[in-house]
Each structure stands twice: as structure tokens, then as C-alpha cells.
């Protein structure tokens, strides 16, 4: 059974950090890998999607990579800004096609 | 972009009583529906596939008869919550598989917070 895995699950950084949030999950065999943003009470917001063929995914200040053979990947935020606050969910895609969600890593950038 | 809407946004009933979400595809076909419950601080929990015209798959320990879930159309599926309890009381999640799209992108609806008294 697939497991996902975020560290932190908090954090608190002063505006203007770059940050580096991290998943990892227990089967490599995935199709994709997605990271989300969810604002408090609101639903998800795509933010990144990796295919399982792929190294990384940028967008913006964000930059996602993935390293399937050792089933991790990281976001990364570049100069943090109070509005990327968030919780910041990572999932992934194996055999069927709903997703595995990680516990989250709930971000405050401090203005 | 595609568009997932979820109706009602909130809702507050009393034990008991029994409470239907609609999650609807705005502007493209969805084969395959999922419904997620997300319990405070916690992450989403898939409880059901629906797929369009049949009978939906629950994962386990997710009481079918208790969460009714109906795909009539490729743009339309609903979660019942039937004779809802306070432990029901979550923030469910439904998300839309496009059909036909090799990335097979899911695409999430707002979500529905259930409080029952």
C-alpha cells in the first residue's frame, strides 16, 4: 500500500526565504506526482504535476523534482512571500488512477 | 483551465438527517469521479470511485451504505451522506478525471464542509 510521507509539517520562515519542502513515498512505481496548495478551509490548487518520466517541474518561483527511484521529491519556493502561507500537500498516482496524498507541510512566511 | 464545482459549499444539519453534495464538471466529460474526506489538520482520505453508469468502488473501511454515491452522467456525481452523526462532520473533497487526456489530470472541486449537530 502506497504511503506519503512530508516533512516538516510546519514551518515558519521570514519573507524573502527560499524553502525547500520535501515528500517521499514507500512505492516508486507511480505514474505521476503532484504537488497542491490548500488555503485554510478552501479546496486544492494544482501547482506542480511530474510525470513519472520526468526530473522536475517549474513554474514561477516553484520548482518540483523527482527522484522515483528513491521515492522523493522536493518543492521548491523561491523568495517566500506572505501569500504563499498555505498547507502544501504532495501526492502521487500509482496503478488506479485516484491519488495518495501526503499529510502536508502547513507554511507560514512571516512578513 | 477545467472547472469542478461542488454545491452546497457548507452545510450544517442535524443528526440524523441526511445530506446530499453534487459535484459537477463544468465544461468537459469526466469518466471517473473520486470523493475525498479531509478531517481537520488531516490530509484527504479517498473514500470512493465512481464511474459513470456503474456501481461506485469504496475503499476500505468506508461504508457503502452510509456514503451513496451516484454517477448518472459524465458530468455529474453525488455524494449522500445518509443519517449523518457529528464523527461525519468533515470537509469532503471531489475531483473529476478528464477523460481521454494522456496526463490524466484530476481536477478538484472546492470542497463541502459538513458540521452535524
Known amino acids: 500500500k502506497q504511503e506519503v510521507t512530508q516533512i516538516p509539517a510546519a514551518l515558519s520562515v521570514p519573507e524573502g526565504e527560499n524553502l525547500v519542502l520535501n515528500c517521499s513515498f514507500t512505492?516508486?512505481?507511480?505514474?505521476?506526482l503532484q504537488w497542491f496548495r490548500q488555503d485554510p478551509g478552501k479546496g486544492l490548487t494544482s501547482l506542480l504535476l511530474i510525470q513519472s518520466s520526468q526530473r522536475e517541474q517549474t513554474s514561477g518561483r516553484l520548482n518540483a523534482s523527482l527522484d522515483k527511484s528513491s521515492g522523493r521529491s522536493t518543492l521548491y519556493i523561491a523568495a517566500s512571500q506572505p501569500g504563499d502561507s498555505a498547507t502544501y500537500l504532495c501526492?502521487?498516482?500509482?496503478?488506479?488512477?485516484?491519488?495518495?496524498f501526503g499529510s502536508g507541510t502547513r507554511l507560514q512566511v512571516q512578513p | 483551465g477545467a472547472v469542478v464545482s461542488q454545491h452546497p459549499s457548507r452545510v450544517i444539519c442535524k443528526s440524523g438527517t441526511s445530506v446530499k453534495i453534487e459535484c459537477r464538471s463544468l465544461?468537459?466529460?469526466?469518466?471517473?469521479m473520486f470523493w475525498y474526506r479531509q478531517f481537520p489538520k488531516q490530509s484527504l482520505m479517498l473514500m470512493a470511485t465512481s464511474n459513470e453508469g456503474s456501481k461506485a468502488t469504496y475503499e476500505q473501511g468506508v461504508e457503502k451504505d452510509k456514503f451513496l454515491i451516484n454517477h448518472a452522467s459524465l458530468t455529474l456525481s453525488t455524494l449522500t451522506v445518509t443519517s449523518a452523526h457529528p464523527e461525519d462532520s468533515s470537509f469532503y473533497i471531489c475531483?473529476?478525471?478528464?477523460?481521454?487526456?494522456?496526463?490524466?489530470?484530476?481536477?478538484f472541486g472546492p470542497g463541502t464542509r459538513l458540521t452535524v449537530l
Open positions: 465544461d468537459f466529460q469526466a469518466t471517473t
Open positions: 475531483s473529476a478525471g478528464v477523460a481521454g487526456r494522456s496526463t490524466d489530470t484530476q481536477y
Open positions: 512505492d516508486s512505481a507511480i505514474y505521476n
Open positions: 501526492a502521487v498516482r500509482t496503478g488506479r488512477r485516484a491519488l495518495t
